[in-house]
Structures are given as C-alpha cells and as structure tokens.
C-alpha cells in the first residue's frame, strides 16, 4: 500500500490562498479515491473533500466554491487548491484514502489563517 506526505501548509491573511500536495510513495493509479481531511483546534478530524479515480468530486459544505480538489496519476500526487481561506480553515491537513484510510495517518501539513 501507498504511504502519503502532505506539504504545502503555512501562514495566510484571510482571503489568501494556498495549494496542499499530497505525494504517495507508490502508484495512486489504482486507488478509488483519495481525499484531504483536517483538524482545527479544539475540534475532531473531518473530512474536507475527496476525488475519484473517475474525477468525481464532492466537499464538505463550509469549503465548497473555495477549495478544489484535484490528482495527477503521472505524479503519484494529489493537491487541494484553497482560496478564500477563512480564519475557520485553519488546522492540520492530511491526505488519505476513502472511505477506508490508511493506518497510521501521516504528519499532516498546517495551515493558519490569520490576520
């Protein structure tokens, strides 16, 4: 099985931008669908989005017109493109299969919305 590495995180003003990557260290070729999760302080892991192998899409509602999740299978790597971060965004991000994860889940990469 695939093992995922997230990056891309830091700090951004309200209103900013960031590009999450996701890199596996195997073939996501044939994996159904990969998705971006977070926890933000004080609050439990969810799930943020997910993309299929067919390219279906589908958000959490709080991120839904901001974010977008996409892959490149020549790359071995997802990326979630967020614009608009809200303040509300901001935790620690992880990639991982769905609906059936990976165990253990990896680092994550941060992200921080803040003026």
């Known amino acids: 099985q695939v093992q995922l590495v997230e990056s891309g995180g830091g700090l951004v003003q309200p209103g900013g931008s960031l590009r999450l990557s996701c890199a596996a260290s195997?073939?996501?070729?044939?994996?159904?669908?990969l998705g971006w999760y977070r926890q933000g302080p004080g609050k439990e892991r969810e799930w943020v989005a997910v993309?299929?192998?067919?390219?279906?899409?589908r958000y959490t509602d709080s991120v839904k017109g901001r974010f977008t999740i996409s892959r490149d299978n020549a790359r071995n790597t997802v990326y979630l493109q967020m614009n608009s971060l809200q303040p509300t965004d901001s935790g620690l991000y992880y990639c991982?299969?769905?609906?059936?994860?990976?165990?253990?889940w990896g680092q994550g990469t941060q992200v921080t919305v803040s003026s």
């Open positions: 195997g073939s996501i070729f044939s994996i159904n669908a």
């Open positions: 993309i299929t192998s067919g390219g279906s899409t």
């Open positions: 991982n299969t769905v609906p059936t994860v990976l165990s253990p």
